[in-house]
Structure formats: C-alpha cells, structure tokens
C-alpha cells in the first residue's frame, strides 16, 4: 500500500516506465492470472514457471513442456529449500526417507537424530532418493588392449547412483585396479545430483584408464572406460 492506494510491485513498475519510453510498447495481450493451479503433470513433462509473471509467455498460456523439448541445462542453483524447511507434509516426507535409509543401513536413534544438526546430509538423503528409480551410471570399455581380467571393447560396468554395482549387468569379472577409477567420476556425479543440477554435466575424469600403461610402455595392458549416467530404462 501507499498513502491508502494499492502499490504496483517493483517489477511491474519498472515494465511499465520502460514501455512509455517506446513508440510500440507491446503490452501482454492478457492479464497474468494472479494464482495458478493445482495442475497435474503429465509424466515425462514439466511446467516452466518465469519471475517475471507480468510479462512471460509461460505455462499459464502454453501448457506443459515435454522432456524431449529441453535442450539446455541449468548452470547452477540459487537457493534449495530442504523440504524439513517446508510445510508438514515435505517434513513427513522426508522423515519416511530417512528412516528407510536408516534402516538400511543399521543406524541408532542418535545417529539418526545428528542427521538434522546439518542440511547437506538431509538434502542428500531427499535428493538421491528421488534421483535413485530414475538413473544409473554406465561405465563402458571403450579402448581394452591385453587386459588380464578379461575387459573388452563394449562391456558394461553399471552402477546404481549410490555408487553400488548392479553386479546382473557387469561382466562376470572385473579388475579391482579399474573399478577403483570410478571413485572420482562417481562421487561428482552423486554430488550433482545432491544439489540438484545436471548429473552428467561434471568436468573431470569423463573417461578413466587403469594404472597399466600398456606394452609399449613397460606395463602389461590397458583398459579406457567412459562414464555416463542415464535414464535407468536405457540400461
């Protein structure tokens, strides 16, 4: 309010000023609904929200977009409400994972109860349950030259995004020197998906070889994998 009157937001003001200095100013040929929803999603699709209401064309007026239609990734995330920092039911929610990966895991109630003296850990916990159903990371042979474990161009060492080896879908042998260079890609992938950013968008060790050198260069072979993490239905 001021003096008595309803006050225009800041934003609004500010479009406003800006289309009276232009001789065609374009104003949004609706008004913006001021509340929207509840909507249901459609699988496989997602509702783009802009901060700019009053002037976006947005899901308000286009509908849902399908996955196939995102093209670009998020750079990073300004702020991310753990949902133990929502409403009641986020906090139940959250309360049941945790409780789940407590058990799994054999913690006490005391262990559990420290979980809650910092975020990161409880943000974890939500994040990669969610993320869990729906990706896997593959790290495949792509160069394999004399491996004495047996390692050919092709094979598949498949991971759950927890780090753990789907061992149905790993060859049936695998070299502990190899497996033991997935422990960095990994780890950026987890923590990716932990903050909630494009898990396959990490910068270092996309490719990894085992510590063998190969021959030619006084070792005995040599094995190169490539890491990706994917949708759990293309493995």
Do not use: W
Request: aromatic fraction near 8%; charge should be neutral.
């Amino acid at each position: 309010m001021n003096s008595g009157r309803p006050a225009l937001e800041p934003i609004r003001s500010y479009l406003i000023k800006a289309r009276q200095k232009t001789s065609n100013p374009d104003p949004p040929r609706q008004p913006a609904p001021r509340t929207f929803g509840p909507v249901t999603v459609p699988e496989g699709h997602y509702v783009m929200i802009s901060d700019n209401r009053d002037d976006s064309g947005e899901p308000r007026y286009f509908g849902f977009v399908a996955r196939d239609r995102i093209v670009e990734h998020p750079t990073g995330v300004h702020f991310y409400l753990i949902r133990s920092e929502t409403n009641s039911e986020d906090r139940a929610m959250l309360e049941e994972k945790l409780k789940k990966y407590a058990r799994r895991v054999g913690y006490s109630e005391s262990e559990i109860a420290s979980f809650h003296e910092s975020g990161h850990r409880l943000r974890h916990v939500d994040r990669l349950s969610e993320a869990a159903p729906l990706y896997s990371i593959v790290a495949e042979v792509v160069e394999a030259h004399h491996c004495n474990s047996g390692h050919q161009v092709g094979q598949r060492l498949v991971l759950d995004v927890d780090g753990s080896f789907i061992t149905k879908l790993c060859p049936p042998r695998m070299c502990v020197y190899l497996v033991a260079q997935l422990t960095v890609p990994i780890a950026l992938i987890n923590e990716r998906l932990s903050e909630g950013l494009e898990p396959q968008d990490f910068h270092f060790m996309r490719y990894v070889r085992c510590p063998d050198v190969g021959v030619e260069c006084l070792g005995y072979g040599e094995v190169k994998l490539k890491i990706e993490i994917v949708r759990r239905e293309q493995v």
